[in-house]
T-cell receptor, first 114, second 111 residues
Framework: DTAVSQTPKYLVTQMGNDKSIKCEQN?????MYWYKQDSKKFLKIMFS???????INETVPNRFSPKSPDKAHLNLHINSLELGDSAVYFC?????????????FGPGTRLLVL | DAKTTQPPSMDCAEGRAANLPCNHS???????VYWYRQIHSQGPQYIIH???NNETNEMASLIITEDRKSSTLILPHATLRDTAVYYC????????????FGAGTRLFVKA
C-alpha cells in the first residue's frame, strides 16, 4: 500500500524532449508538492497545490508545468528538457499546508537528460 | 523559514544512542522544528517535530533547548538501518511554507 507513488522511477531522455512525471497519493490529503533534489543533495520545493489550486510556485522555468486533475494527483510536465534538469524529483503530500503539517514523500523519479 | 546548521557527518555504534544536533539560532516564536531523514535512494521520511517541549515517538526523541536556539534528535538504540541523511528544518506554522532541505547530517551506524 504505497502512500505516495511516482512513475516512472527512472527516466533517461535526450535534450529537447518533452516528458511527464506522474504522482498519486492515497492518503486523502488535500495538498501536494514537487521537489527537486540536485547533485549536491539539496532538496528544494518547486510547486505546491492545495485542493487543485496552485499555492506555491518557486522560481522555476516555465518549461515546468504542473497539473492537478484531482486532489490525489499532481503531475509534472517538462518541455524542452535541458542537461541541468537532470536530478531526482520527489512528489509529496500533506493534509493542509501550515507549518505543523507533516509531508509524506514518494520514492522519487531519477531524471537523466543526455 | 529560519536557517539551520548541522554537522556534515557523524558515526554511531550499533545499539548505542545517536544524538544529532541542530542549531537554529534565528528561530522565531511561531516556527516549529522538524526532523526528516533520507535513506539512500529513497524519499525523505518524517521523524518528529516540536515547538517548545521535548517530544518522543516510536522513532526518536526531540530535545529543544529552553531558548529554542538549538535542538537534538536522539535515536535511542541506533541500528544499521538508521544510516541515512538527517535533516533539521524550521518552519512557520502559518500560511503556506517553502520547505527547503539543506545538506543535513550523514549518520553512519557501524556494527
Amino acid at each position: 500500500d504505497t502512500a505516495v507513488s511516482q512513475t516512472p522511477k527512472y527516466l533517461v531522455t535526450q535534450m529537447g524532449n518533452d516528458k511527464s512525471i506522474k504522482c498519486e497519493q492515497n492518503l486523502g490529503h488535500d495538498t501536494m508538492y514537487w521537489y527537486k533534489q540536485d547533485s549536491k543533495k539539496f532538496l528544494k520545493i518547486m510547486f505546491s497545490y492545495n485542493n487543485k489550486e496552485l499555492i506555491i510556485n518557486e522560481t522555476v522555468p516555465n518549461r515546468f508545468s504542473p497539473k492537478s486533475p484531482d486532489k490525489a494527483h499532481l503531475n509534472l510536465h517538462i518541455n524542452s528538457l535541458e542537461l541541468g534538469d537532470s536530478a531526482v524529483y520527489f512528489c509529496a503530500s500533506s493534509q493542509g499546508y501550515s507549518g505543523i503539517t507533516t509531508q509524506y514523500f514518494g520514492p522519487g523519479t531519477r531524471l537523466l537528460v543526455l | 523559514d529560519a536557517k539551520t546548521t548541522q554537522p556534515p557527518s557523524m558515526d554511531c555504534a550499533e545499539g548505542r544512542a545517536a544524538n544529532l544536533p541542530c542549531n537554529h539560532s534565528t528561530i522565531s516564536g511561531n516556527e516549529y522544528v522538524y526532523w526528516y531523514r533520507q535513506i539512500h535512494s529513497q524519499g525523505p521520511q518524517y521523524i518528529i517535530h516540536g515547538l517548545k517541549n521535548n517530544e518522543t515517538n516510536e522513532m526518536a526523541s526531540l530535545i529543544i533547548t529552553e531558548d529554542r536556539k538549538s535542538s537534538t534528535l536522539i535515536l535511542p538504540h541506533a541500528t544499521l538501518r538508521d544510516t541515512a541523511v538527517y535533516y533539521c528544518i524550521v518552519r512557520a506554522n502559518t500560511g503556506g511554507f517553502k520547505t527547503i532541505f539543506g545538506a543535513g547530517t550523514r549518520l553512519f551506524v557501524k556494527a
